[in-house]
């Protein structure tokens, strides 16, 4: 009787555990270190509206790799903002985790320095009010500025699934560790 009880048991998990993705994390070093170089890119941002399609910024990268360290400094060019948001993150190159992330932009300034706990501060230029932070994390993500940036470095095949813990600060919205989704994976142009 227990053993039919356990088969039913098994039978019940088993499209759980076919539904489950891998966990992308520091530790886990799927990278290929060949796309690790320096370097200089513009993405054009647009929007569709009906059928028609129009610009409303543009993002630098520029990727650095200083001796352990890889620095990626991403500016975002709004049509409709006058002053650009930047943002500027230092990783270990050894394992991808994060060492600081800062951004500046006309709604608020940050800096965070990752360690065995996250200290740094949250500015809102609005409200000029200044938010000393200090938080703990367990280890094991990403920092919310660079996954962007992990993801084009990652072996991306059809039918590659993934999650990815990424810590993110929002005063706003939900801070500290959470979930970034590779749902699926295409050939496309």
């Known amino acids: 009787m227990k053993k039919s009880?356990?088969?039913?048991?098994?039978?019940?998990?088993?499209?759980?555990?076919?539904?489950?993705?891998?966990?992308?994390?520091?530790?886990?070093?799927?990278?290929?270190?060949?796309w690790i170089h320096n370097e200089n890119y513009q993405m054009e941002w647009t929007m569709l509206r009906d059928t028609s399609k129009f610009t409303i910024g543009f993002v630098d990268t520029k990727v650095d790799v200083l001796g352990d360290k890889i620095q990626v400094i991403t500016t975002v060019k709004m049509k409709s903002s006058p002053s650009p948001w930047i943002?500027?993150?230092?990783?270990?190159?050894?394992?991808l985790s994060p060492v600081y992330h800062a951004s500046y932009n006309a709604?608020?300034?940050?800096?965070?320095?990752?360690?065995?706990?996250?200290?740094?501060?949250?500015?809102?230029?609005?409200?000029?009010?200044?938010?000393?932070?200090?938080?703990?994390?367990?280890?094991?993500?990403?920092?919310?500025?660079f996954y962007p940036m992990l993801i084009?470095?990652?072996?991306?095949?059809?039918?590659?699934?993934?999650?990815?813990?990424?810590?993110?600060?929002?005063p706003k919205g939900k801070t500290g560790v959470i979930k970034a989704h590779i749902l699926s994976v295409s050939e496309g142009e």
């Open 5 to 34: 009880y356990l088969i039913i048991l098994l039978y019940a998990a088993l499209p759980l555990i076919g539904w489950s993705q891998e966990l992308i994390s520091p530790k886990k070093n799927l990278v290929d270190k060949k």
């Open 87 to 95: 943002d500027s993150t230092i990783v270990k190159k050894a394992d």
């Open 152 to 170: 084009n470095w990652l072996p991306l095949k059809t039918g590659f699934k993934a999650d990815l813990n990424i810590f993110d600060y929002n």
């Open 107 to 145: 709604q608020r300034d940050m800096s965070l320095h990752f360690g065995t706990e996250i200290n740094g501060f949250y500015q809102d230029r609005i409200s000029g009010k200044k938010t000393a932070i200090t938080q703990q994390a367990a280890a094991g993500y990403f920092d919310s500025n």
